[in-house]
């Protein structure tokens, strides 16, 4: 499966830090640090870590050193196999849906839309029911392979679960990541974070029929999400 080839091709002349082979697949694990210009775009996206491929075979992963000495053990080789085995499910996935599902619908769109167009009357509106019908079964069947990776994702993270030695050690390293990356972007925006409390004080200060009518719209929303994220954690 393709992912990221542009990401692939920039370590071409490098040497890994670690290589792993299985099954006939290779991965190579790279130090994100090497590469400033995949550091920058995908820490902006609070990614530290990114999979890369060409071919489906070869595959390269780009972590944050730090990042990867903390948490090593979720890129073990054992580990890796089964995000590789998951690649190729969606892989699977992508090719059944679009070998027999959306080439045929669209096909069969096209042609009807052909043959409704020498219909004397009323074609327009068979022309756009069948692109309608076409659009939904699209969309449907898109909402079903997106189902069908979940399913796969959710089956993936059951066996890096078993891997690492349980729910327990897994959720240890989901800690130390969550530690890890909050501690990197304080020290990345130290002075941001203090200007935030600064303004958060003074806001709070303030009585709240004192707010603008929109600001106090927004610190209700504010409230609705935290409110949400925590009703979500708490059901995990």
Same mark, same amino acid.
């Given at each position: 499966?393709?992912?990221?080839?542009?990401?692939?091709?920039?370590?071409?002349?490098?040497?890994?830090?670690?290589?792993?082979?299985?099954?006939?697949?290779?991965?190579?694990?790279?130090?994100?640090?090497?590469?400033?210009?995949?550091?920058?775009?995908?820490?902006?996206?609070?990614?530290?870590?990114?999979?890369?491929?060409?071919?489906?075979?070869?595959?390269?992963?780009?972590i944050e050193s730090g990042?990867?000495?903390?948490?090593?053990?979720?890129?073990?080789?054992?580990?890796?196999?089964?995000?590789?085995?998951?690649?190729?499910?969606?892989?699977?996935?992508?090719?059944?849906?679009?070998?027999?599902?959306?080439?045929?619908?669209?096909?069969?769109?096209?042609?009807?839309?052909?043959?409704f167009s020498f219909l004397?009357?009323?074609?327009?509106?068979?022309?756009?029911?069948?692109?309608?019908?076409?659009?939904?079964?699209?969309?449907?069947?898109?909402?079903?392979?997106?189902?069908?990776?979940?399913?796969? $994702?959710?089956?993936? %993270? #059951?066996?890096?679960?078993?891997?690492?030695?349980?729910? +327990? @050690?897994?959720? =240890?390293?989901?800690?130390?990541?969550?530690?890890?990356?909050?501690?990197?972007?304080?020290?990345?925006?130290?002075?941001?974070?203090?200007?935030?409390?600064? $303004?958060?004080?003074? %806001? #709070?200060?303030?009585?709240?029929?004192?707010?603008?009518? +929109? @600001?106090?719209? =927004?610190?209700?929303?504010?409230?609705?999400?935290?409110?949400?994220?925590?009703?979500?954690?708490?059901?995990?």
């Open positions: 499966m393709r992912i990221n080839p542009k990401v692939f091709a920039v370590a071409n002349q490098s040497e890994p830090v670690d290589v792993q082979e299985f099954d006939g697949r290779k991965v190579e694990v790279f130090m994100m640090d090497e590469y400033p210009q995949v550091k920058e775009e995908f820490l902006n996206k609070g990614k530290f870590a990114v999979w890369s491929s060409v071919d489906g075979v070869n595959y390269r992963v780009f990042y990867y000495e903390e948490l090593k053990p979720l890129y073990a080789q054992a580990i890796n196999k089964i995000w590789v085995d998951f690649w190729d499910a969606c892989e699977t996935i992508s090719r059944k849906m679009t070998r027999f599902v959306i080439i045929p619908i669209t096909i069969l769109a096209i042609g009807g839309c052909i043959g004397p009357q009323g074609s327009i509106y068979a022309m756009i029911a069948v692109v309608v019908l076409a659009f939904g079964a699209l969309m449907f069947c898109n909402r079903y392979s997106r189902k069908k990776i979940y399913d796969a $994702n959710a089956a993936s %993270v #059951e066996l890096i679960k078993k891997s690492l030695g349980g729910t +327990k @050690e897994f959720d =240890d390293l989901l800690d130390r990541q969550k530690n890890y990356m909050d501690q990197y972007y304080d020290n990345l925006y130290p002075e941001e974070d203090e200007d935030l409390e600064e $303004n958060s004080e003074i %806001v #709070e200060s303030l009585p709240a029929e004192d707010l603008p009518e +929109k @600001e106090q719209a =927004d610190e209700a929303v504010e409230h609705k999400v935290e409110a949400e994220i925590i009703e979500a954690k708490d059901n995990e």
